[in-house]
């Protein structure tokens, strides 16, 4: 019996790594967890248990643990980070602003959460990855309209927002009815970013102030500028998201109902659970994740790939991409896929014809000019990872064999020298 045991324990231990990755990001399933406070892992419990059912190992760690790092000999511990620490002033062991950044630019995946007492830290981060937080530090979202109001009272910095990116691959292909609470500070997209994007945006009647005090003059953050959420996809598809409330991701939100101040619908039920979580799939690479295998090009009529074309001849190219779909890989299915056929600039631009299974194809004529060619596609799309694919090859007016001969020269006996001197014969 207990052989029995021993051999299972160790059948578990060889395949529960290969069980819990097929259930998990394409990236990894390892996320740290940094939390101001450990009642956060209680009260905002659904969406980490979410996390879990989904196949991800979370491990919570106070902001300020003395024995924090992200990597060890070179090689980084986990996949993902999220920062639910928006108080944070400094965090523990070797983390600092320096190490988060290096960690988003090695292609890891980060969740960042704020809240009206956000530290300059966490600000800071913000704004490395495109995003600026109100400089004041008492400054809260108010919206006078789309506040969200009870039988008694209302609270107009909890508002209710229904202003969503129109993205499938971003928030999922079913329809977010209910609009998303949010309590928290605004933000804004920098301009020299072309990485960002708002994925909850803010109502025209929204600005930025202290609510406890008058402000004498308007506020810099008015209307559908403010951003509540936005998400970053780096030139690495590392991916990021940013919200101005920490409240949003709460069980106490998740279960809230909804009422704006200024519409008769009301909702049982808020839409966080579902936009949180459907948000989250998408920053670690459960959804819109490409990649392409079996590139090919060949003459027409043939199947190996030559070293060599010459001009005018007919060649096929094709490639395959698929979509990680949170289990597996599915055809990814488009219209839009484009090849260059690049030297310098394209000679050749085509696009691909599909056949529903994620083969992409096309055939065309080698143009009339000699030279150092590549394939080339490249593809990016709203809410994609990015495919960049080239390969190279020469393409000759006419396929020339070198031969060398032997010419030597007169000259005396000591002197004489030996060249060779190459000559070209077409066949």
Same mark, same amino acid.
């Given at each position: 019996m207990r052989r029995q045991s021993i051999i299972f324990f160790f059948i578990t231990l060889i395949l529960l790594p290969f069980l819990s990755h097929s259930f998990s990001s394409i990236n990894g399933h390892r996320l740290l967890v940094l939390l101001d406070d450990p009642s956060l892992q209680s009260s905002h419990s659904i969406f980490f248990n979410s996390l879990i059912s989904r196949g991800f190992h979370l491990d919570f760690k106070l902001a300020d643990d003395p024995n924090l790092t992200l990597q060890r000999y070179g090689n980084y511990l986990y996949d993902g980070l999220v920062l639910f620490s928006p108080t944070a002033e400094r965090l523990g062991g070797s983390l600092d602003l320096d190490a988060v950044v290096d960690y988003?630019? =090695?292609?890891? #995946? +980060? !969740?960042?959460?704020?809240?009206? =007492?956000?530290? #300059? +830290? !966490?600000?800071?981060?913000?704004?490395?990855?495109?995003?600026d937080f109100d400089d004041d530090p008492l400054a809260m979202v108010i919206d006078h309209n789309d506040h969200v109001v009870s039988e008694t009272q209302g609270d107009h910095t909890l508002i209710a927002s229904d202003d969503f990116i129109q993205s499938d691959v971003i928030l999922g292909n079913t329809k977010i009815e209910a609009p998303v609470l949010f309590k928290g500070i605004a933000h804004s997209l920098n301009p020299a970013s072309s990485l960002v994007l708002k994925v909850l945006s803010a109502s025209q009647s929204a600005y930025s102030a202290n609510p406890d005090s008058k402000f004498?003059?308007?506020?810099?953050?008015?209307?559908?500028?403010i951003s509540l959420v936005s998400i970053v996809q780096a030139r690495n598809n590392a991916r990021i998201m940013i919200s101005g409330s920490l409240d949003m991701f709460s069980n106490r939100l998740f279960k809230s109902g909804v009422k704006k101040a200024e519409s008769s619908n009301k909702y049982e039920k808020s839409s966080n659970e579902q936009f949180v979580i459907e948000l989250s799939k998408w920053v670690f690479h459960e959804r819109g994740h490409l990649k392409a295998v079996n590139v090919r090009h060949n003459k027409v009529g043939e199947t190996d790939e030559p070293a060599i074309y010459r001009i005018n001849d007919d060649l096929d190219f094709s490639v395959e991409i698929y979509e990680w779909?949170?289990?597996?890989?599915?055809?990814?299915?488009?219209?839009?896929?484009?090849?260059?056929?690049?030297?310098?600039?394209?000679?050749?631009?085509?696009?691909?014809?599909?056949?529903?299974?994620?083969?992409?194809?096309?055939?065309?004529?080698?143009?009339d000019v000699y030279g150092v060619f590549q394939f080339k596609v490249e593809y990016q799309r709203l809410g994609y990872t990015s495919l960049s694919l080239s390969k190279q090859f020469n393409s000759s007016k006419l396929d020339l064999k070198i031969y060398f001969s032997m010419v030597t020269l007169v000259g005396s006996y000591d002197n004489s020298n030996v060249t060779w001197i190459p000559s070209y014969r077409v066949e």
């Open positions: 988003v630019d =090695s292609g890891h #995946d +980060l !969740i960042l959460a704020a809240s009206a =007492s956000a530290s #300059d +830290l !966490i600000r800071n981060i913000a704004t490395e990855c495109g995003v004498s003059e308007p506020p810099l953050l008015t209307g559908s500028a779909c949170g289990k597996n890989w599915e055809p990814y299915v488009t219209n839009d896929v484009q090849v260059q056929f690049y030297m310098m600039s394209p000679y050749v631009l085509k696009t691909l014809s599909t056949d529903q299974k994620g083969l992409y194809y096309t055939s065309f004529k080698v143009p």
